[in-house]
Nanobody, 114 residues
């Protein structure tokens, strides 16, 4: 069965970096478009970044462009989100998402605070 499990979140200082990981099981990740979303309590979930299954083209929301990088490791069946220059407004629960079938992971908390 399809499963997505995020890891790598934590509490960091402004300006720090984190690398989020999403481990997929039950399917071959490279054959699907996947992405990262984030959500703050009381607000709508928003798209952060995604990567296509075909040519590996990427999308970034304006608020993370130049700071975050999405990538995948097909051999490990994983997708990553490298987050640099983290700021307090990046604080949220980050979710891994498979677009086909609308599958979601459980989320990992990222907190940026001094």
């Amino acid at each position: 069965q399809v499963q997505l499990v995020e890891s790598g979140g934590g509490l960091v200082q402004p300006g720090a970096s984190l690398r989020l990981s999403c481990t997929a099981s039950g399917f071959t990740l490279e054959n699907f478009a996947v992405g990262w979303f984030r959500q703050v309590p009381g607000k709508e979930r928003e798209r952060v970044s995604c990567i296509s299954s075909s040519d590996g083209s990427t999308y970034y929301a304006d608020f993370v462009k130049g700071r975050f990088t999405i990538s995948r490791d097909n051999a490990k069946n994983m997708v990553y989100l490298q987050m640099n220059g983290l700021q307090p407004e990046d604080t949220a629960v980050y979710y891994c998402h498979r677009f086909r079938g609308d599958y979601w992971g459980q989320g990992t908390q990222v907190t940026v605070s001094s």
